[in-house]
């Protein structure tokens, strides 16, 4: 079973940027496609980006243009590359690959990025 770690969160002003990295225990080139996710104070956790093991990306509405995701399978590292940070983006960030109706790993403690000036 492959555990995914998360790390690269902070405090940001509004227009800023930040890079988050997924790590994961494990090869990820044999898993089909790995998500970003997002959870804000009150809200359900909502998908952000996904990669698929091709490399081809897709996105939420609400980043697109803003947000890149990349993925490196020899580093076994999900990257999210995030610019033009707002303060609606404030959230625990997690990633985590489906795999049928479950998951492939346990879900992490994500990391904070919290925008604000």
């Known amino acids: 079973q492959v555990e995914f770690v998360e790390s690269g969160g902070g405090l940001v002003r509004p227009g800023g940027s930040l890079r988050l990295s997924c790590v994961a225990s494990g090869s990820i080139s044999g898993i089909y496609t790995i998500n970003w996710y997002r959870k804000a104070p009150g809200a359900l956790r909502e998908l952000v980006a996904g990669?698929?093991?091709?490399?081809?990306?897709n996105y939420a509405d609400s980043v697109k243009g803003r947000f890149t995701i990349s993925r490196d399978n020899n580093r076994n590292t999900v990257y999210l590359q995030m610019s033009t940070l707002k303060p609606e983006d404030t959230a625990v960030y997690y990633c985590?690959?489906?795999?049928?109706?479950?998951?492939?790993?346990?879900w992490g403690q994500g990391t904070q990025v919290t925008v604000s000036s």
């Open positions: 990669i698929l093991h091709t490399g081809a990306p």
């Open positions: 985590n690959a489906p795999y049928g109706s479950n998951w492939y790993s346990s």
